[in-house]
């Protein structure tokens, strides 16, 4: 069974940053697809970003505009998400997930592993 741990979440303005993390206990971490999500309460889970195993291939939601950066440590069993230029639209709790595919699709379907999810809240 695979755990995995956010941190990282807060409060911060608009126009800042904040950099989540996500440690997992596996030692197999390379072979897994990562991503992250975020939820509003009322409201289905989103997908926000993936990273193939070896962090070669990347892929964002549309609403990101180059604004988040997905990035991983295999050797640290860790996987980021950079979030700059933060927009009150952004408030929601960030799940990691972690799938079996090397190279995972952005359904949450796809994704077999979740965290306890971490906060993020952006003010005005």
């Known amino acids: 069974q695979v755990q995995l741990v956010e941190s990282g979440g807060g409060l911060v303005q608009a126009g800042g940053s904040l950099r989540l993390s996500c440690a997992a206990s596996?030692?197999?971490?390379?072979?897994?697809?990562m991503g992250w999500f975020r939820q509003v309460p009322g409201e289905e889970r989103e997908f926000v970003s993936a990273?193939?195993?070896?962090?070669?291939?990347?892929s964002y939601a549309p609403f990101v505009k180059g604004r988040f950066t997905i990035s991983r440590d295999n050797a640290k069993n860790t996987v980021y998400l950079q979030m700059n230029s933060l927009e009150p639209e952004d408030t929601a709790v960030y799940y990691c997930?972690?799938?079996?595919?090397?190279?995972?699709?952005?359904?949450?379907?796809?994704?077999?592993?979740w965290g306890q999810g971490t906060q993020v809240t952006v003010s005005l």
């Open positions: 997930a972690g799938s079996k595919l090397s190279l995972p699709e952005s359904s949450a379907n796809f994704f077999e592993y």
């Open positions: 596996t030692r197999t971490f390379s072979t897994y697809g």
């Open positions: 990273i193939s195993w070896n962090g070669l291939s990347l």
